[in-house]
T-cell receptor
């Protein structure tokens, strides 16, 4: 059973809108990363947070932003949604210094 | 830029057979090579992983073979079962620099095991 919980599981938004996705990391995991997985593709790294600060970012525009909270929860915010943002968004957490990530089941975002 | 190349895209094997999936990487800064299994509607689940100072790691029916000089690694699933039918991703982790902690995934292999 995964220790990472994501909400909501599915979401439909209109182009131009803003969306917030939420993640509750496994207890004690102080590092959280977000990934975007398009249909039929491998996950792509969006960014990583450690102790509530962003410490790594992939090739995603600034309209993708995030927050990490002291209670091991985190958020992914996407502004000005585009059709190509339709994907499965995955949250993954780990303990800093330990390489094994635990992934959540993801949020399926559809932009229409 | 694709830094981890995975093949084949799809694989069909008979129950009891051996499934082999291959990956190649370019970035020598990678320091950890996990394999993930993903079922429809679920997130990736860590299957097995290896560090580059080891040439082989076995856990049950799953074995990773690692060739550091060739920058290649592979997953072998022995005695494949219908329950193994899933999408498999190889990945590589940056253990230093500005990309510390970033996982780079391959494109995935859809494995189908026929009973």
């Amino acid at each position: 059973e995964t220790g990472v919980t994501q909400s909501p599981t599915h979401l439909i938004k209109t182009r131009g809108q803003q969306v917030t996705l939420r993640c509750s990391s496994q207890s004690g995991h102080n590092t959280v990363s977000w990934y975007q997985q398009a249909l039929g593709q491998g996950p792509q790294f969006i960014f990583q947070y450690y102790r509530e600060e962003e410490n790594g970012r992939g090739n995603f525009p600034p309209r993708f932003s995030g927050l990490q909270f002291p209670n091991y929860s985190s958020e992914l915010n996407v502004n000005a949604l585009e059709l190509d943002d339709s994907a499965l968004y995955l949250c993954a957490s780990r303990l800093q210094g330990i390489y094994g990530y635990t992934f959540g089941s993801g949020t399926r975002l559809t932009v229409v | 830029q694709q830094q981890v190349k995975q093949s084949p895209q799809s694989l069909i094997v008979q129950k009891g057979g051996i499934s082999i999936i291959n990956c190649a990487y370019e970035n020598t800064a990678f320091d950890y090579f996990p394999w993930y299994q993903q079922f429809p509607g679920k997130g990736p689940a860590l299957l097995i992983a290896i560090r580059p100072d080891v040439s082989e790691k076995k856990e049950g029916r799953f074995t990773i073979s690692f060739n550091k000089s060739a920058k290649q690694f592979s997953l072998h699933i022995m005695d494949s079962q219908p329950g193994d039918s899933a999408t498999y991703f190889c990945a590589a982790l940056n253990a230093g620099g500005t990309s510390y902690g970033k996982l780079t995934f391959g494109q995935g292999t859809i494995l189908t095991v026929h009973p």
